[in-house]
């Protein structure tokens, strides 16, 4: 066992009564091929792994399915319903991933623009109501908003999902005092989806208290992703260990490490 | 020969057929996890594939799982 395996051995993300070790999630989208995804996968130590659902190719069925990549007893298997602009495509998404993937879990995508791809909160929210009722476990992808936040967490979704900025832009934290109080707000894990664009962005996100990442395309475009992977596990550790270590206050002027005292040559 | 509306295409298939027929009739290789079928936009489950048929002018939707963030 690592020093941070024994600092962090009680420390888990725990989603709907479901402990997790690892508090970093990645996304399965635009790797080279299935046996980069599973060797990403396994790099980041990463136990979730998103999907998305699509219609089989019917002129030229892939024979290759990434299901033979990925096993689901050793991971979860997380759908998403990217791709949706209402809650009612989102909900009928929802239920085919449900058939699809045996368990009733959900990260809820219901996208208003095209251009940013940003959420639409109050379709997410429609469907978010309707599929907890379904008894889905449901994890929305919404907009760094703490009023908001505190109302998908009273309709009973299992997490939320803030942006740390859009979909795929690689930008990084962009407004971290949203996400400290959307962390005051809720109770349910606070998960941050989207705008990570390196590892080095993760340590800051995770600095904040939030309880886990989730990343794709800083993975997937990185020129070497295998490392990108591993520097992403141990930067999500470095946050996570910063965070409970808790930071000095920051000051507006320089504070001597050294003793001020006895300093030679002094009259 | 019955027309169904296959993943948003028109197609004609041999006979009204069972949903794991119309699987192989289309090449799709049955797995319980990995794919999903709707017939007029509800969830067929597996256990009704070998009794649920596909019948003309259904909407039929077959999909799998991707990768997707």
């Known amino acids: 066992m690592q020093d941070w395996e024994m600092l962090l051995q009680d420390d888990y993300l725990e989603i709907a009564g479901r402990k997790f070790k690892s508090r970093l999630i990645i996304g399965s989208g635009k790797f080279k091929d299935f046996q980069q995804t599973k060797e990403v996968l396994e790099a980041s130590g990463a136990e979730i792994i998103t999907v998305a659902v699509r219609r089989v190719n019917i002129t030229d069925p892939t024979k290759e399915n990434l299901l033979d990549y990925i096993d689901p007893n050793k991971y979860l298997i997380l759908p998403n319903t990217a791709g949706c602009y209402t809650a009612e495509e989102a909900i009928k998404t929802a239920m085919m991933a449900r058939e699809a993937t045996g368990i009733n879990w959900v990260k809820l995508e219901v996208i208003g623009d095209k251009k940013t791809l940003l959420p639409d909160m109050e379709e997410t929210y429609r469907a978010a109501k309707f599929l907890v009722k379904e008894g889905f476990v449901v994890l929305p992808y919404v907009f760094d908003d703490p009023v908001y936040a505190k109302k998908f967490e009273d309709i009973g979704c299992a997490a939320v999902m803030p942006l740390a900025a859009p979909i795929g832009s690689g930008l990084g934290l962009q407004n971290p005092y949203n996400l400290i109080f959307i962390k005051e707000a809720v109770s349910v894990p606070v998960i941050v989806d989207a705008g990570i664009g390196s590892a080095t962005d993760i340590p800051p996100v995770m600095e904040l208290g939030v309880d886990g990442i989730l990343t794709n395309t800083a993975l997937a475009e990185a020129k070497d992703p295998i490392k990108m992977a591993v520097a992403m596990k141990y930067a999500t550790i470095t946050g996570r260990l910063a965070y409970l270590a808790g930071r000095m206050p920051k000051r507006t002027y320089a504070v001597p490490s050294s003793p001020t005292k006895g300093v030679p040559f002094k009259n | ?69």
């Open chain 2, 1 to 69: 020969m019955p027309k169904v509306i296959l993943n948003g295409e028109e197609k004609e298939i041999p006979r009204e057929m069972t949903v794991m027929e119309l699987l192989e009739e289309i090449g799709v290789k049955f797995r319980e996890i990995g794919l999903a079928v709707a017939i007029n936009e509800e969830v067929v489950p597996k256990s009704e594939y070998t009794t649920r048929k596909v019948k003309e002018g259904d909407k039929v939707e077959v999909v799998q799982l991707v990768g997707g963030g």
